[in-house]
């Protein structure tokens, strides 16, 4: 799967660290550019409905003269309502996924403006959430790297693995576990939260067949019980999660990039300052041609979303994350 080219979420992660994770003493404010008027209208999807609606709030106080027009639907539908001039700005409250891109493209003849703006949650499963590696709770198995956890999910070895994982032997287990055939569990595509494993774990490959592919919803479980459910009930299985659906009969392992470390477990501090690998970041897309400027009315917004009230805002939001301060002015300059 080809996907959108931009900075790793490893130089990422290291550029929040050496930045700092909070975003609050060191942002700057938002200072007007210009005074603005007429109308900005944002699709936006629906569980960031709340969200959006306190950055129009603030952001209507010290620009009185705009009207924010924002529509909840589907994250399906932002980059498709911005390409056709709709919608001046979408926010998918995701990355964008590579046959959205393309799309965007045919029909605008470049790519479409892709901004950070924020991080999903760390436990609130359906705000894109950070996501812990799943293994049944009788798996002595404690830490996985991404090099292993991509020869599990994908035959390519993009992340440099020696071979495919066929077993738990292969990741280190002895014994009984040795010749252990590893139950790899995904979701049916698409989805967001495989796309994101797609981009992040394998580098862009595609899972392998042998990786078995569950429904979103089953009942009355969601997506992240869905797969918690058949982890804890399979003591060869191994899964993706929101780290607030752990459930008994299963558990979340440590993670690192590579056998180098350092392994993370997934603490709100380490989800905050994307330490942890399977952190996700939410983003916003405009229209943007090559060599001309961002549009005076989204170039105002964002800058007020990347400043120190909007960031505010977000930690005022139910579950959302701000960036860390390093991570913001990177997205800034994006608007120069």
Request: neutral net charge; glycine residues 10%; aromatic residues 8%.
């Amino acid at each position: 799967m080809k996907h959108v080219r931009r900075l790793s979420f490893a130089l990422l992660a290291l550029a929040a660290l050496a930045f700092g994770s909070c975003p609050a003493a060191d942002l700057p404010p938002y200072q007007p550019c210009l005074k603005l008027s007429g109308d900005l209208r944002i699709t936006c999807e629906t569980s960031a409905e709340p969200l959006m609606k306190i950055w129009v709030e603030r952001f209507t106080k010290v620009q009185p003269g705009l009207e924010i027009i924002a529509k909840g639907t589907s994250p399906l539908a932002s980059v498709p309502m911005v390409a056709s001039g709709a919608y001046e700005l979408g926010f998918p409250a995701r990355e964008l996924w590579a046959y959205e891109v393309e799309d965007f493209r045919r029909i605008r003849g470049y790519a479409p403006t892709v901004v950070m703006v924020g991080l999903g949650a760390h436990r609130t499963a359906g705000l894109t959430p950070a996501l812990a590696v799943y293994v049944n709770a009788n798996n002595p198995i404690e830490r996985i790297t991404l090099e292993q956890l991509d020869a599990i999910y994908s035959g390519e070895l993009r992340r440099g693995g020696a071979r495919p994982v066929t077993t738990w032997g292969d990741v280190g287990l002895t014994g009984e576990w040795a010749g252990r055939p590893v139950a790899a569990y995904t979701h049916r595509l698409p989805n967001g939260i495989d796309y994101f494993i797609q981009l992040v774990v394998t580098k862009g490959a595609d899972f392998r067949p042998s990786v078995i592919q569950l429904p979103m919803r089953c009942g009355k479980l969601g997506p992240d019980e869905v797969i918690a459910d058949a982890v804890a009930k399979n003591p060869a299985a191994i899964g993706f999660g929101c780290f607030g659906n752990v459930i008994p009969g299963m558990k979340a392992i440590t993670l690192a990039e590579n056998a180098q470390g350092p392994y993370y477990s997934g603490t709100l501090e380490e989800v905050k300052s994307m330490a942890y690998p399977l952190s996700r970041p939410i983003y916003m897309v405009i229209d943007r041609e090559p060599g001309k400027p961002v549009d005076p009315k989204q170039a105002e917004f964002l800058a007020f979303v990347l400043s120190q009230e909007g960031q505010d805002a977000i930690m005022a939001a139910d579950g959302w994350l701000p960036l860390p301060a390093g991570i913001v002015a990177a997205e800034r300059a994006k608007l120069k």
